[in-house]
């Protein structure tokens, strides 16, 4: 799993967020057919100064090199955002983006 793509952008205290994964998202069925391990990510968790803004348990449903939106109130413009990914295997991947 590569490092996360993260563009944010802060507009009247509503801070919107974009992410996208390099990850291949193998799920257990397109496993058994290529004889390969499944990959997945399991958790996405988000923070801004420390606190959780966004956690997400996901699983096989997302697709290869997943693309997550959403927004959060608070942030302002060169705060700095932590974006933590997991996957079944247990592989952490830690990406930090800048609040535009």
């Known amino acids: 799993m590569e490092k996360a793509k993260i563009r ?5 205290g509503i ?3 974009k992410a996208m994964f390099k990850h291949p998202m193998i799920s257990e069925d397109i496993a058994k057919r ?3 391990k499944p990959n997945y990510i399991t958790n ?3 923070k801004h100064d420390g606190y959780t803004v966004f ?3 996901v699983g096989m449903m997302l697709s290869i090199s997943p693309y997550v939106k959403f927004a959060f109130v608070g942030g302002s413009k060169g705060d ?3 974006l933590t990914a997991t996957d079944n295997s247990g592989a952490i991947k830690i990406s ?3 609040i535009k």
Do not use: L
Request: aromatic letters at 0%.
């Open 55 to 57: 956690d997400g348990s």
């Open 8 to 12: 944010a952008k802060s507009e009247n």
């Open 44 to 46: 996405i968790i988000v």
């Open 80 to 82: 700095e955002i932590e």
């Open 34 to 36: 290529r004889g390969v």
């Open 15 to 17: 801070t919107k967020v």
């Open 96 to 98: 930090k983006g800048i």
